[in-house]
């Protein structure tokens, strides 16, 4: 039997690693920006055509290389990083693997120029493919200029798997913000088919945050500074009130290298313990230094992810100087630990006593189920006392769980839940659930600031208004995309938002579909947009700048559901731009909502898949006055 086995050729395996190493534009902007920072660079210049799918060019003025250093570099394992094993215990530099450019030249056309500061004349190398076409001496500045063209262009599967070039521009964008945190001592620019989209001076780590994230991110810093002997953990996290409902803003580094850990995120967000809403995350910019031979950071080739030699502790560490840093900003509530615990029992016995004494003295007609619990836990008290507490703390429980989740933003439904909905609304009689307006007490009443019941011809109806008033704009705003003409009130003072790089890059990509359904928003500057008109629909109150921002975060954090823009949209505006619960209704807003709410196509549930209301039968009803 003849040998089968042999060695791939140079190229194939180049081709192999590239699929790991360079997954997209993205992957080699990281490559070489750490190139250039391992480099000693204190000036780097990144230049983009078409998201970098024609052109990434990094331009830097560190040591630069020799000729021969320069030929080296493209070889599949050539670094300059390590010398034997003992060297990947001690690594302080961004790249080591020496797979970056030999993987980038493999899948693009490649030119480099180059210099060293002692050399006159410098060195040009022109690859394609893993094939060196050109090798020449030429005038240069000292540092090193490597420009990739045509990423992917002999590789068109991995090529047409590319997304939009707003959404490839996003993650390059991504990359070079944790470049730029990580090393705020360095000069940063980045060029976009000729826009300067950052110009980020060298300067401090706040002055750094501020440059990325936009000039309102000051005012929400709050500093941590811990040193033990493990672990030395200094830079940033926000103020509770400013978390937002997307993630994008979170930023951890190890030894100045970006990595993702969702442990050290769960340590970091238990800092926050009941300071922040539900399904809210804030912004933090954490540096930890420790001994390199305490980590690993051989596990993945983006060298994102780190094995720590003890996580526990680690944790702890982190967890404790973000609580010390919100505490010694008054940001955590204190706690009264030397109160008199005699007074407090007496307090909270008083209080349960004078509640107990008003539930026998009062009934509320708007909570039937209060009725029944009430008479149930007068019966059983008389007869066992420690019942009654069992009965108050299943009571609290149960409309615990009724409210949980109310205020929550999950994500919009995928088609097969939206098939579901379907046909659980189908099963349903549309003559069960429209109000009856006919019958001689059809009069709607609101509860509680925030729903509305309304008898039907079976029972009655309980409506989330929030959820009513976000279906009914969903699909105006819907019909509104589709062509139909939206109309805009202007407002009377025209409103500035400045928003980050990343957001406003979003803004721009979804611009045309918020116009359409009744905004009136123009790019105003270089990342700042004034806003001069709102849809007919807002109501008055609304807060505008507040609603184009809440746009853009729901628009990023469902990027990649990759669901439709205009739907997505809309379903982010109705949320934004609803009634919220709270609010009061008079009798004519309440019985318009419950009319526009049945003229809906699909008035059982919102965008969000949430019912809109729930019926209650008679025969139920009834069945509560007979326990």
Same mark, same amino acid.
């Given at each position: 039997?003849?040998?089968?086995?042999?060695?791939?050729?140079?190229?194939?395996?180049?081709?192999?690693?590239?699929?790991?190493?360079?997954?997209?534009?993205?992957?080699?902007?990281?490559?070489?920006?750490?190139?250039?920072?391992?480099?000693?660079?204190?000036?780097?210049?990144?230049?983009?055509?078409?998201?970098?799918?024609?052109?990434?060019?990094?331009?830097?003025?560190?040591? *630069?290389?020799?000729?021969?250093?320069?030929?080296?570099?493209?070889?599949?394992?050539?670094?300059?990083?390590?010398?034997?094993?003992?060297?990947?215990?001690?690594?302080?530099?961004?790249?080591?693997?020496?797979?970056?450019?030999?993987?980038?030249?493999? #899948?693009?056309?490649?030119?480099?120029?180059?210099?060293?500061? %002692?050399?006159?004349?410098?060195?040009?190398?022109?690859?394609?493919?893993?094939?060196?076409?050109?090798?020449?001496?030429?005038?240069?500045?000292?540092?090193?200029?490597?420009?990739?063209?045509? !990423?992917?262009?002999?590789?068109?599967?991995?090529?047409?798997?590319?997304?939009?070039?707003?959404?490839?521009?996003?993650?390059?964008?991504?990359?070079?913000?944790?470049?730029?945190?990580?090393?705020?001592?360095?000069?940063?620019?980045?060029?976009?088919?000729?826009?300067?989209?950052?110009?980020?001076?060298?300067?401090?780590?706040?002055?750094?945050?501020?440059?990325?994230?936009?000039?309102?991110?000051?005012?929400?810093?709050?500093?941590?500074?811990?040193?033990?002997?493990?672990?030395?953990?200094?830079?940033?996290?926000?103020?509770?009130?400013?978390?937002?409902?997307?993630?994008?803003?979170?930023?951890?580094?190890?030894?100045?290298?970006? #990595?993702?850990?969702?442990?050290?995120?769960?340590?970091?967000?238990?800092?926050?313990?009941?300071?922040?809403?539900?399904?809210?995350?804030?912004?933090?910019?954490?540096?930890?230094?420790?001994?390199?031979?305490?980590?690993?950071?051989?596990?993945?080739?983006?060298?994102?992810?780190?094995?720590?030699?003890?996580?526990?502790?680690?944790?702890?560490?982190?967890?404790?100087?973000?609580?010390?840093?919100?505490?010694?900003?008054?940001?955590?509530?204190?706690?009264?630990?030397?109160?008199?615990?005699?007074?407090?029992?007496?307090?909270?016995?008083?209080?349960?006593?004078?509640?107990?004494?008003?539930?026998?003295?009062?009934?509320?007609?708007?909570?039937?189920?209060?009725?029944?619990?009430?008479?149930?836990?007068?019966?059983?008290?008389?007869?066992?006392?420690?019942?009654?507490?069992?009965?108050?703390?299943?009571?609290?429980?149960?409309?615990?769980?009724?409210?949980?989740?109310?205020?929550?933003?999950?994500?919009?439904?995928? %088609?097969?839940?939206?098939?579901?909905?379907?046909?659980?609304?189908?099963?349903?009689?549309?003559?069960?659930?429209?109000?009856?307006?006919?019958?001689?007490?059809?009069?709607?009443?609101?509860?509680?600031?925030?729903?509305?019941?309304?008898?039907?011809?079976?029972?009655?109806?309980?409506? %989330?208004?929030?959820?009513?008033?976000?279906?009914?704009?969903?699909?105006?705003?819907?019909?509104?995309?589709?062509?139909?003409?939206?109309?805009?009130?202007? !407002?009377?003072?025209?409103?500035?938002?400045?928003?980050?790089?990343?957001?406003?890059?979003?803004?721009?990509?979804?611009?045309?579909?918020?116009?359409?359904? *009744?905004?009136?928003?123009?790019?105003?500057?270089?990342?700042?947009?004034?806003?001069?008109? !709102?849809?007919?629909?807002?109501?008055?109150?609304?807060?505008?700048?507040?609603?184009?921002?809440?746009?853009?975060?729901?628009?990023?954090?469902?990027?990649?559901?990759?669901?439709?823009?205009?739907?997505?949209?809309?379903?982010?505006?109705?949320?934004?731009?609803?009634?919220?619960?709270?609010?009061?209704?008079?009798?004519?807003?309440?019985?318009?909502?419950?009319?526009?709410?049945?003229?809906?196509?699909?008035?059982?549930?919102?965008?969000?898949?949430?019912?809109?209301?729930?019926?209650?039968?008679?025969?139920?009803?009834?069945?509560?006055?007979?326990?």
């Amino acid at each position: 039997m003849p040998d089968i086995i042999q060695l791939l050729p140079d190229a194939i395996a180049n081709q192999i690693a590239a699929g790991e190493v360079i997954q997209r534009p993205a992957s080699a902007v990281k490559e070489l920006l750490e190139n250039a920072i391992d480099a000693g660079a204190t000036q780097i210049q990144l230049v983009l055509k078409e998201a970098g799918k024609l052109l990434i060019q990094v331009i830097d003025n560190g040591k *630069g290389m020799t000729d021969t250093d320069a030929r080296m570099s493209f070889e599949r394992h050539a670094t300059s990083k390590i010398k034997n094993v003992n060297d990947l215990f001690a690594l302080t530099t961004m790249g080591f693997r020496g797979e970056a450019l030999a993987s980038i030249a493999a #899948i693009a056309q490649v030119e480099l120029k180059t210099r060293t500061a %002692d050399q006159e004349l410098g060195t040009r190398i022109l690859i394609e493919g893993s094939r060196v076409v050109s090798q020449e001496s030429c005038q240069c500045q000292v540092g090193t200029n490597l420009s990739i063209r045509n !990423l992917f262009y002999n590789v068109p599967a991995r090529r047409n798997f590319l997304k939009s070039n707003s959404v490839e521009n996003r993650h390059v964008v991504d990359e070079f913000t944790r470049v730029a945190l990580a090393n705020p001592e360095v000069f940063f620019s980045l060029h976009h088919n000729t826009n300067e989209l950052f110009h980020l001076p060298s300067g401090n780590l706040r002055q750094r945050i501020v440059g990325v994230l936009g000039s309102s991110g000051n005012k929400k810093l709050v500093p941590i500074n811990e040193e033990t002997d493990v672990v030395t953990i200094k830079g940033y996290v926000s103020k509770p009130e400013f978390a937002k409902r997307s993630r994008g803003e979170q930023f951890f580094f190890v030894n100045n290298r970006f #990595i993702k850990s969702s442990y050290l995120h769960h340590a970091l967000m238990s800092a926050y313990e009941e300071l922040l809403p539900e399904n809210t995350y804030p912004l933090y910019v954490i540096f930890m230094e420790l001994d390199p031979k305490i980590i690993d950071v051989n596990v993945h080739p983006t060298k994102q992810e780190i094995k720590f030699e003890d996580e526990k502790i680690i944790y702890n560490y982190l967890r404790v100087a973000a609580k010390h840093a919100l505490g010694q900003y008054s940001i955590t509530p204190t706690l009264d630990f030397e109160q008199d615990r005699q007074i407090t029992q007496a307090y909270t016995q008083g209080e349960t006593n004078q509640r107990d004494a008003s539930a026998k003295m009062h009934w509320d007609p708007s909570s039937q189920s209060a009725k029944s619990s009430q008479i149930q836990r007068s019966n059983s008290t008389a007869s066992n006392p420690a019942a009654s507490n069992s009965l108050d703390s299943q009571n609290i429980k149960n409309w615990e769980k009724l409210y949980k989740g109310l205020e929550e933003i999950p994500t919009p439904m995928d %088609d097969e839940e939206g098939d579901q909905m379907t046909t659980i609304a189908s099963q349903w009689s549309q003559e069960e659930v429209i109000p009856d307006t006919k019958a001689p007490s059809a009069r709607a009443y609101q509860i509680h600031n925030s729903y509305i019941i309304s008898p039907i011809k079976t029972g009655y109806l309980l409506i %989330d208004q929030q959820s009513a008033h976000e279906r009914i704009l969903y699909e105006q705003f819907v019909q509104h995309l589709g062509g139909q003409e939206q109309h805009t009130q202007a !407002l009377l003072f025209p409103i500035n938002i400045p928003l980050s790089v990343q957001d406003s890059q979003v803004l721009k990509e979804i611009l045309p579909e918020i116009n359409k359904m *009744g905004f009136d928003v123009k790019e105003f500057s270089t990342n700042t947009y004034i806003l001069q008109g !709102l849809p007919a629909e807002c109501s008055d109150n609304v807060n505008a700048e507040q609603i184009i921002q809440s746009l853009v975060e729901q628009h990023r954090e469902n990027q990649s559901l990759e669901t439709d823009i205009k739907a997505a949209v809309a379903a982010s505006l109705a949320k934004s731009a609803a009634t919220k619960r709270g609010t009061r209704l008079d009798d004519q807003e309440v019985q318009t909502l419950i009319d526009q709410l049945f003229a809906c196509e699909m008035p059982y549930v919102n965008p969000w898949g949430k019912k809109c209301f729930i019926t209650y039968a008679l025969e139920d009803l009834k069945k509560q006055f007979e326990v």
